[in-house]
C-alpha cells in the first residue's frame, strides 16, 4: 500500500527557527548598543545602574528569541502567510504614512476638509466605486466624529490657513 | 462596613442624566463593537479612552465599562448569524449558535446568549463586590517587598498560562518590559533608554500604545485581509435573508423554561469565567472555551455542539463572568489582570485616583461608583441588547471599505485629542504597524501590555525596597514571611509550569514515536 503524502515542510526562511535567529542578531546589536552607551553605566543613588533594566528587557527578549530556534515549534510557519500575504507589508507601511501625513495636514487645513478628502481617496482605493457613495460616506463620517468630539469639549483643529 | 456618606456620595454620582446617559451610550457602542468582526472590546475601550479624559469620573466609568460589557456580548451576535465571532471570546457560541440559526432558532439562541451573559455579569459582579474589600484588606498589610513578588506572581502567570506558543507569549512580556523602560528612570527621574529622542523622555503612553496595538492594527490587518480578498476576487456570502427571518414573527423566542433549564451550563459558566477572570492574563477568551468544554463533558446527555442553547448558556456565561473580576487584582493590589483592566486603571489614574487597596480608604464613593455602574451596565445592556439585536447583525454586513477608514479616522483623532500632541499620533501609528506585525507572526499583544504596566511598579518598589533595607538584597526581596511566602508561590509555578511542559513534549515524542512504530 502507498503511504499518504504528509504536509509539505515548511520551507527554513519561513520558521519560526528563522525568526528566533533574526531576532536574535538584531537584540544582540541592541544589547551592544545598550551595554556601550554612555546612560547606561551611570550609577543612580540607590546604586542601580541607570541601564540595568532596560538591559534585563533586552535578555528576556533574547532568552525568547532563542527558544524559538529550538523548541518544538521551530520548524512551524512563523506566521499568518496564508491570510496576510507578505506582500501586504508595503500597503501596511504606506497606509500609515498616509495617516501620518493626514495628521499634519489637519493642522493646516482643518478636520473637516482634510478628514473628507482622506476618507473618499481611502473609500476609493478599498474598492467603493460609486462617487456618491464616497461623497456620502465621507460627509458622514466627518460629521459623526466632528459631532462626538464636539459633544465631549474636544477642539478639532480648523485649519492654519484659514485662521 | 459600608459607609453610608460614601455610598451616598456615589449614588449621587452615578444617578445623573450624564453618567446615565454616557453608561448607555458606552453599551450601544459596546455591543456595536462586538458585532462587528476585526474589532474587540480592548479595541473598542482604547478608542474611547482619550475622549473618557476629558468627562467626569462617573460618566468616565459608565462609557467604559458599558462598553466593555457591550463589547463581550455582542461577540455573541455575528458569531450565532454569520457563524463569525465577532470577538475572539465567542467563538464557542459559533458551534451551536449557528446550527441553531441554521435550523430556524437564531432568536432563540440570540436571547439566550444575551440573557445568559447578563445573568452571569450579574452574580459575577456582586462576587466582586464581596470579595475585592476583602482583598484590598488583605493587601494594605503588603509592603514594597510583598508587591514586587506579587507583580512577578501576575508575570509568571502571564508567561505559564496564556498563549499557545510559550515562546512568542515570552517574547511578548520582554517587549513589554524593554517599551515600559523607555523614558525616565522612576526613582531618579533620569532620562534612558530613548534612542536620543527628546520627546521620548516622558516615556510611552499607555493610550497611544493602547490605540496603535489592538485599534490600529486590527485594522490594518483587516485592510491586508481585504486587499488580498479583492485581488483574490471572494466576496462575502449575503445573509440579509436570513437575518430578516431571524427577527421575523415566526420564529419563536425563548421561553423561562428553556432558560432555567440551562441553569447548570451557565452555573459552570460563571464559576469559571469568575474564577479565569481573577487570574491575571487570561481573560474572557480562556473563561469561554474552558466553560463550553467543561460543560460539554459534564452534560453529555445534552449533546452540546449540535445546536443547544446549554452549549450557548455556558460559552456566554464563562466570557461575560470575566468582566468584573478582572478587576478584583487593579483595584485590591493595583496590578491590572487583563488589557481592559489596565485601560480601565489607566482612566482612573487619568483621573486622579490611582487604583490600590488604598483607594478603599481614601476614595470609597469611586468604589462604590463603580460597583453601582458595574451593576447597573447590565440592565442597560440588557434593554440595548433585546431591542437592538437585529440593527447590530446587520452592522455585522458594514462594508469593509467603509469601516477600516472610519475606524482609523477614530484612532488617529482620538489619540490627538487625548493630550493635543502630534508625538501622540507617531507613537500610536508605529505600534500599530508593530502590533500587524505582532499579528502577522502570532505573537500575544496581552503579555505585552500586562508586562508595560506592571514592570515599571515592580521597578519601582525594588529599589525603593532597597533603599528601605539599605541595598541588603536579601533583606529587601524576602525580610517578610509575606514575602518568602509569595516568593515560594512564584517558585512553585514556575516548576509547574515547566514540569507541565515537559510532560507535553515527552508525550509529543511518545506520541511521534508510536506513530514511527506503526
Known amino acids: ?163 | 462596613m459600608i459607609d453610608m456618606v460614601a455610598l451616598e456620595q456615589a449614588l449621587s454620582m452615578v444617578f445623573t442624566f450624564e453618567t446615565l446617559f454616557w453608561m448607555v451610550v458606552g453599551v450601544t457602542i459596546g455591543v456595536g463593537v462586538g458585532a462587528i468582526p476585526g474589532l474587540s472590546a480592548t479595541s473598542g475601550v482604547a478608542l474611547v479612552l482619550p475622549l473618557s479624559f476629558t468627562m467626569p469620573l462617573a460618566p468616565a466609568l459608565g462609557l467604559i465599562i458599558g462598553l466593555y460589557k457591550g463589547a463581550i456580548y455582542g461577540g455573541a451576535i455575528s458569531a450565532i448569524t454569520f457563524a463569525t465571532p465577532g470577538t475572539p471570546d465567542s467563538a464557542p457560541t459559533v458551534y451551536d449558535g449557528y446550527k441553531m440559526m441554521k435550523q430556524g432558532k437564531g432568536r432563540k439562541a440570540m436571547l439566550m446568549a444575551l440573557y445568559a451573559s447578563v445573568t452571569a455579569d450579574v452574580v459575577s459582579d456582586i462576587l466582586v463586590i464581596i470579595i475585592a474589600p476583602l482583598i484590598a484588606i488583605v493587601a494594605l498589610a503588603f509592603g514594597p517587598s510583598e508587591r514586587v513578588w506579587l507583580m512577578m506572581l501576575a508575570i509568571v502567570l502571564i508567561g505559564s498560562l496564556s498563549g499557545s506558543h510559550f515562546a512568542k507569549g515570552l517574547l511578548s512580556a520582554g517587549i513589554g518590559l524593554f517599551i515600559g523602560t523607555i523614558g525616565s528612570d522612576p526613582i531618579s527621574n533620569v532620562e534612558r533608554n530613548t534612542f536620543g529622542v527628546w520627546w521620548l523622555y516622558g516615556g510611552i503612553g499607555l493610550v497611544p500604545l493602547i490605540i496603535g496595538l489592538f485599534a490600529m492594527a486590527a485594522m490594518l490587518e483587516e485592510w491586508a485581509k481585504h486587499i488580498a480578498s479583492k485581488s483574490n476576487g471572494k466576496t462575502a456570502p449575503d445573509d440579509s435573508e436570513a437575518i430578516k427571518g431571524m427577527f421575523g414573527k415566526k420564529q419563536e423566542g425563548l421561553t423561562f423554561r428553556e432558560f432555567i433549564s440551562c441553569r447548570k451550563e451557565m452555573g459552570i459558566g460563571i464559576a469559571i469565567g469568575s474564577f479565569v477572570g481573577m487570574l491575571p492574563g487570561l481573560g474572557a477568551l480562556v473563561a469561554s472555551f474552558l466553560s463550553y468544554s467543561v460543560a460539554k463533558r459534564y452534560s453529555p446527555e445534552k449533546n452540546i455542539g449540535s445546536g443547544r442553547l446549554e452549549g450557548i448558556a455556558a460559552a456566554e456565561a464563562g466570557n461575560n463572568a470575566t468582566v468584573g473580576p478582572t478587576l478584583i487584582p487593579l483595584l485590591a493590589f493595583g496590578i491590572p489582570g487583563s488589557t481592559t483592566a489596565a485601560l480601565i486603571g489607566g482612566a482612573l489614574i487619568m483621573q486622579g485616583a490611582t487604583p490600590s487597596a488604598r483607594m478603599f480608604q481614601v476614595f470609597p464613593e469611586i468604589i462604590y461608583a463603580l460597583f453601582i455602574i458595574l451593576l447597573l451596565a447590565n440592565f442597560v445592556n440588557l434593554g440595548i441588547g433585546r431591542m437592538f439585536a437585529f440593527l447590530y447583525a446587520r452592522l455585522g454586513q458594514l462594508p469593509r471599505p467603509i469601516l477600516i477608514p472610519t475606524v482609523m479616522l477614530m484612532c488617529v483623532t482620538g489619540t490627538y485629542a487625548y493630550q493635543q500632541s502630534m508625538y501622540d499620533v507617531i507613537v500610536m501609528l508605529f505600534f500599530g504597524v508593530f502590533g500587524f506585525g505582532m499579528r502577522f507572526f502570532r505573537i500575544p499583544e496581552a503579555p505585552l501590555i500586562i508586562t508595560f504596566v506592571v514592570v515599571p511598579l515592580a521597578e519601582a518598589d525594588l529599589r525603593r525596597a532597597l533603599l528601605i533595607n539599605r541595598g541588603d538584597w536579601f533583606n529587601a526581596l524576602l525580610g517578610t514571611w509575606l514575602a518568602v511566602a509569595l516568593f515560594s508561590l512564584v517558585v512553585l509555578l514556575v516548576l509547574v509550569s515547566i514540569k507541565a511542559r515537559v510532560s507535553e513534549r515527552v508525550a509529543r515524542l511518545t506520541k511521534g514515536e508510536d506513530e514511527q512504530g506503526k
Open chain 1, 1 to 163: 500500500m502507498s503511504k499518504a503524502p504528509g504536509p509539505t515542510p515548511t520551507p527554513w526562511h519561513l520558521s519560526n527557527q528563522f525568526l528566533g535567529l533574526v531576532l536574535l542578531s538584531a537584540l544582540i546589536a541592541l544589547f551592544v548598543s545598550i551595554y556601550t552607551s554612555d546612560w547606561a553605566s551611570e550609577i543612580q543613588m540607590d546604586r542601580f545602574q541607570l541601564g540595568f533594566f532596560p538591559l534585563v528587557g533586552v535578555v528576556w527578549m533574547m532568552i525568547a528569541a532563542l527558544m524559538l530556534v529550538v523548541d518544538h515549534a521551530r520548524k512551524k510557519e512563523f506566521g499568518e502567510i496564508e491570510e496576510i500575504r507578505p506582500g501586504s507589508w508595503p500597503w501596511i507601511i504606506g497606509l500609515s504614512v498616509a495617516w501620518y501625513a493626514y495628521a499634519q495636514l489637519v493642522l493646516y487645513l482643518g478636520f473637516i476638509l482634510t478628514t473628507f478628502l482622506f476618507i473618499s481617496i481611502l473609500l476609493r482605493i478599498g474598492g467603493v466605486q460609486s462617487w456618491k457613495t464616497i461623497a456620502g460616506a465621507g460627509a458622514l463620517c466627518v460629521v459623526v466624529v466632528f459631532l462626538l468630539f464636539f459633544a465631549i469639549g474636544v477642539d478639532l483643529p480648523t485649519g492654519r490657513v484659514w485662521s
